[in-house]
């Protein structure tokens, strides 16, 4: 009985520390995206007043049709960096998650089949085609979850490559333009 105690109490706390983590991997993606916001936002309060001077300053229509051609320049590069800044917190905060969860889901994993192997050892006789399906029920289980894992890291990495090639096109948009 102790030891069925020990392995709950074990349990509940390595679930517990699970959580710790991804809770503070949460809160510092959060953090880092609301500083992002918070700077963007600076950033561009700051660009906006000094286009406002310098469109009040334009004496003619000439130097304000000069004008308006620079200020169109930076909003795509910005949209771009924040963009990709974003997508970086995020893609950051959830190979954090991700591994939390690995690594919990693989300490499961282990502790499950010790148990299993503990449970066929003692089941008794006849009880082998019982075990062989269960055998089977885990091997599929762990082979879906695994499958999963590789499924998202594609979709991680296709993302990843596809905001490669947006940035990489509106690069090369803006030198045209200009």
Known sequence: MYNVSEQLASGSKAGVETFVTMANATFAGFERLATLNLNTARSLLEDSQVYARALLAAKDL?????LQGTLAQPGPNATATYSRSVYEIASQTQATLSKAVEVRVAELNEKLGMAFEKAAQTAPAGSDLALNAMR???????SAYDNMGKAARQAADLAEANLAVAASLAARNRKQAA
Request: no cysteine; proline share 0%.
């Open 62 to 66: 000439q130097a304000l049709a000069a």
């Open 136 to 142: 089977t029920a885990l091997s599929a289980a762990n």
